[in-house]
Nanobody, 125 residues
Framework: HVQLVESGGGSAQAGGSMRLSCAAS????????LAWFRQTPGNEREGVAA???????YYAGAVKDRFTISADNAKDTLFLQMDSLRPYDSGIYYC????????????????????WGQGTQVTVS
């Protein structure tokens, strides 16, 4: 049984930092593409950052150079370090895992992902 559990959300001021974690169980994170998505009310879930199975990182343009995705495969945990936060970074953040083996923009496409966490709220003001 695969389970993804996010933590680390909360409130922050613009310009501040926050680190999200996603604990995975039931899967070997080193064998999956992992990603973070964000959703705001009335909007579709959008890809923020992805960690390809070979370690390469892929970012949405709006967060590039501010966010960093990483993983501790020994602990099956995914992270998202968010710096220089802006109000539009607010939303519910979800971690996800995919069997995907294709590099590129599809890494930020929600339909490519097989497993999802329940989400954690991030509010930047």
């Amino acid at each position: 049984h695969v389970q993804l559990v996010e933590s680390g959300g909360g409130s922050a001021q613009a310009g501040g930092s926050m680190r999200l974690s996603c604990a995975a169980s039931g899967l070997d994170t080193s064998r999956y593409t992992l990603a973070w998505f964000r959703q705001t009310p009335g909007n579709e879930r959008e890809g923020v950052a992805a960690l390809f199975r070979d370690g390469r990182q892929y970012y949405a343009g709006a967060v590039k150079d501010r966010f960093t995705i990483s993983a501790d495969n020994a602990k099956d945990t995914l992270f998202l370090q968010m710096d220089s936060l802006r109000p539009y970074d607010s939303g519910i953040y979800y971690c996800a895992a995919s069997y995907n083996t294709v590099w590129g923009w599809v890494l930020l496409k929600p339909t490519e992902y097989n497993y999802w966490g329940q989400g954690t709220q991030v509010t930047v003001s």
